[in-house]
């Protein structure tokens, strides 16, 4: 078994998906959001839990991704993120899936795929309230209401928008989008009083930070894996991180002073040096660009990353203290004795965002579940 492989605390899961769920008013629903494999932790495990927290509902950014949750047995509703095109409409129905629809949906083929497989395709209304992403018009919303209605094989099953800047310090943008839905909310129950639609607007830093996010159904996203949106959004639910990244040492050698280490000799030894081998590389998702900048945790110190990282391996220089041998274990994310990892550490050195390091890692990592 290889040594390289992500832990996923359940544990922690399971606590985040509890505190999140009871952190809504009652009688709000709550969708799991579990695209890109539940953000690299599984997205069947991840789905599995919510549903066992009280979770009503689960959603992924295309219909592929639906089709592991339902071979899990899984019968919850699960929606579409994303907008679909007409070539996926039949693994729509084979799913049985919510898709996104706007303007841009092809409806007319939507309606005949639905009378094709003999049911009716519920679809969630896209709308556009700031984000410039998909989604329709909200000034238009009646109009789309009435085309939809109008297909006897389609059903609405409610309205969703998503925020651009709800994990952000400055909040004058996501408030101007919670009004626009707001209204849009209103308009449609004043056109439709009879209708139970769900409306949803608030992702994670909205369930957190702005009240008037939250309408009759949250999907958070991020929160569930115990990390925040941005550092802007303080963690008052108090969510831990699920996830960790382990590896042990292959190979330990001396480097004279002057040797060059790894690929274009990037980093030259400046004295006589103990060099550790550890076998993860950017194939597995760990970041190329953390060459000469990242660490790892050896017997809970940090060891610096020297040279260019491989595509399956990375070189770390041992402090002369440490007595290390081929099979000691090394953390790459996550935590040894005393110190810490996180993925924001990670993501702040890789200039990218936590979910970016998430959804990186690749599938050859083998997933632990604790
Ligand atoms: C990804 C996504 C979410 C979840 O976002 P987080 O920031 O992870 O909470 C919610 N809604 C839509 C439409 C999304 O694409």
């Not at 002057?258 to 274009?264: K, V």
Request: glycine content about 6%; aromatic content about 6%.
């Amino acid at each position: 078994m290889r040594p390289t492989y992500l832990e996923i605390n359940t544990t922690c899961i399971r606590h985040n998906l509890r505190a999140i769920k009871n952190s809504l008013p009652n009688g709000m629903t709550c969708t799991a959001v579990v695209k890109a494999n539940a953000y690299g932790h599984g997205s069947v495990i991840v789905s599995q839990i919510a549903i066992e927290e009280g979770y009503d509902a689960l959603a992924v950014a295309i219909p592929e991704e639906a089709i592991p949750l339902r071979q899990a047995g899984i019968v919850a509703p699960i929606y579409l993120l994303g907008l679909t095109r007409p070539q996926s409409f039949d693994l729509i129905a084979t799913t049985n899936t919510i898709p996104a629809v706007c303007e841009s949906t092809d409806f007319e083929a939507l309606n005949a795929c639905a009378s094709k497989h003999n049911r009716v395709i519920e679809v969630a209304i896209a709308v556009d309230t700031g984000m410039h992403r998909i989604g329709i018009s909200p000034t238009e919303v009646l109009h789309w209401i009435d085309v939809i209605d109008a297909y006897p094989q389609l059903r609405i099953n409610g309205f969703f928008s998503h925020m651009a800047n709800a994990d952000a310090a400055d909040q004058t943008h996501a408030h101007e989008q919670t009004q626009l839905f707001n209204r849009l909310v209103s308009t449609v129950k004043e056109a439709r009083p009879n209708k139970q639609y769900r409306f949803s607007l608030a992702n994670s830093a909205g369930l957190l930070v702005l009240t008037d996010s939250l309408f009759t159904d949250a999907r958070p996203g991020i929160i569930q894996y115990g990390i925040m949106p941005s550092v802007d959004v303080p963690n008052t639910l108090h969510l831990q991180p699920a996830l960790s990244l382990h590896s042990e040492v292959v190979h330990v050698h001396q480097a004279p002073a002057g040797s060059g280490i790894g690929y274009g000799s990037t980093y030259i030894a400046p004295k006589d040096m103990k060099i550790a081998t550890i076998p993860i590389g950017y194939a597995d998702g760990y970041p190329r660009s953390l060459s000469n900048k990242g660490s790892v945790l050896i017997k809970g110190t940090y060891c610096s990353i020297v040279g260019r990282i491989c595509m399956d391996q990375l070189m770390v220089a041992l402090p002369d203290t440490l007595d290390i041998h081929p099979g000691e274990p090394v953390i790459l994310l996550g935590s040894q004795g005393n110190e810490t990892i996180s993925v924001l550490d990670i993501a702040a050195l890789a200039d990218t965002i936590p979910y970016e390091i998430f959804c990186g890692f690749s599938e050859r990592v083998p997933r632990h579940y604790l």
